[in-house]
């Protein structure tokens, strides 16, 4: 448009475009516009050159921020199944041990009603009979040398208990008078009054193996067999010990062996504890695989006696409730191991050592407190036990007898309580130390 509002003709555009060319230089030209035009495309270009170059350095980290982000993402689906198998893991460990509330000994409640003999069992359990019966207590200690030493747990003064004194340099002292006596029982000090000679108490030979000291209850005979040189280690590579625990328990240790080597009783007994969910099944069947040992079935779990009071044995684990027939325990894919010492410590008394160990779950024995839910866990098993078996004792005590009826299931225990009558045969002495010597599968003999 025109000054005036009129529109320029082509003849005047040109002649204006002629004027600028006639000009040369002069600022304002339309050379100066196009150059200024061209310098700015350039810039404009150079800086989108820039920025597609930034922003292709851009989408390079993008893509491999995007590759860290789905590397991320599969550990962490990784991370949940383990999480997820774990918790799996642990809920069934939580099953197993069921309820940690303590088991007391002291509200156990046993009749009192004599039991009934039933005639036919005199017939079936013909040779069997359970004995409260102990020898005289023994005191052991460790010398001045840290040796091993056993002497009778009695004073030689006024016979008070010397299991009740303390161990002075290497000598026992007894918490009467503080008469002090040696390994081999000589009393060398009499506190108070003149030494009198010849005085001492009965020692007998013992050796300390793996953490337990074995007596040889015999003054007329050397031993002629030998001790463990080591407590049996759980079988495998895998297997972590997770627990090991010492129990005082009220009951004859020859009864607590008997217990151990029955597992009929599971599914009706320890409901609250490892058998809970357990069905009952037609027949429990024990398969001797050796002279001391075999398989229970229908359960996978292998055990074995070890004359003369430790008892081994496998378990394998499958879904808590869930047994699964026909397999034995090597077949599981987790195991738990035992270890029971029943170590009679005085008449009706057992100082039963217990050790526990998985080829599972290795982590949780770093746990906070994992001991005292281990101690929780065998105090209830152990309490579900105790009732029953201290029962069995009072029924002892009045004359009873707890093999009146023995069937296929008690083989084992059986073999044990026939093994341990002969050594507490007193007709013969010699008897008795020739038993002693034979080996274990002879000691077990089957002629059931």
């Known amino acids: 448009l025109g000054v005036h509002g ?136 460790w010398d001045e040398s840290g040796t091993a030493c056993c002497i009778r747990d009695e004073c030689a003064h006024r016979a008070c208990p010397l299991s009740l004194g303390t161990n002075v340099n290497g000598k026992i002292e007894c918490p009467y008078h503080g008469w002090q006596y040696r390994g081999d029982g000589v009393c060398d000090a009499m506190p108070s009054t003149a030494q009198c000679k010849g005085v001492q108490v009965t020692a007998l030979e013992c050796r300390e193996e793996d953490g337990l000291i074995y007596v040889w209850p015999s003054l007329d005979k050397k031993p002629d067999v030998g001790v463990p040189s080591e407590l049996l280690a759980p079988p495998g590579d895998k297997f972590i010990i997770h627990s090991e625990i010492s129990l005082e328990v009220p009951v004859e240790h020859g009864l607590l062996v008997e217990n151990l080597l029955d597992l009929a009783h599971a599914p009706f007994t320890h409901t609250s504890t490892f058998a809970r969910g357990w069905p009952v099944p037609d027949a429990v069947k024990f398969q001797l695989l050796t002279a001391l040992g075999g398989n229970w079935e229908p359960y996978p779990i292998d055990m074995t006696f070890l004359p003369p009071v430790m008892t081994l044995s496998t378990i394998g684990l499958n879904q808590p409730g869930n047994i699964v027939r026909n397999v034995r325990a090597q077949d599981c894919e987790k195991h738990l191991h035992q270890l029971h010492v029943c170590i009679p410590s005085r008449k009706g008394h057992t100082r039963l050592l217990y050790r526990m160990s998985l080829d599972f779950l290795p982590w949780i024995r770093h746990l906070p407190g994992i001991k005292k839910v281990w101690r929780a866990m065998a105090d209830q098993v152990l309490g579900e036990d105790l009732r029953l078996v201290l029962g069995q004792q009072e029924r002892l005590l009045q004359g009873g007898d707890t093999w009146m009826n023995p069937v296929a299931y008690d083989k084992l225990a059986v073999r044990y309580r026939r093994w341990r009558n002969s050594l507490g045969d007193k007709d013969s002495q010699d008897q008795r130390l020739e038993v002693v010597s034979m080996s274990a599968g002879e000691m077990l003999k089957s002629d059931e």
């Open 6 to 141: 009129k529109r320029k003709t082509t003849s005047q555009k040109c002649a204006g475009v002629s004027a600028s060319l006639e000009t040369g230089t002069k600022a304002g030209s339309p050379l100066d516009i196009i150059k200024n035009d061209l310098t700015f495309l350039k810039t404009r270009l150079d800086s989108d050159n820039r920025e597609s170059a930034e922003v292709q350095k851009l989408q390079e980290k993008l893509a491999v921020l995007k590759e860290e982000l789905d590397l991320a993402h599969e550990e962490v689906h990784d991370s949940e199944n383990k999480v997820k198998k774990t918790l799996s893991e642990l809920n069934q460990l939580e099953q197993v041990i069921g309820g940690l509330e303590s088991v007391g000994t002291a509200d156990v409640k046993t009749p009192s009603a004599a039991p009934s003999k039933a005639s036919s069992g005199q017939k079936r359990g013909k040779g069997l009979h359970s004995s409260l019966e102990m020898e005289p207590g023994l005191k052991t200690f």
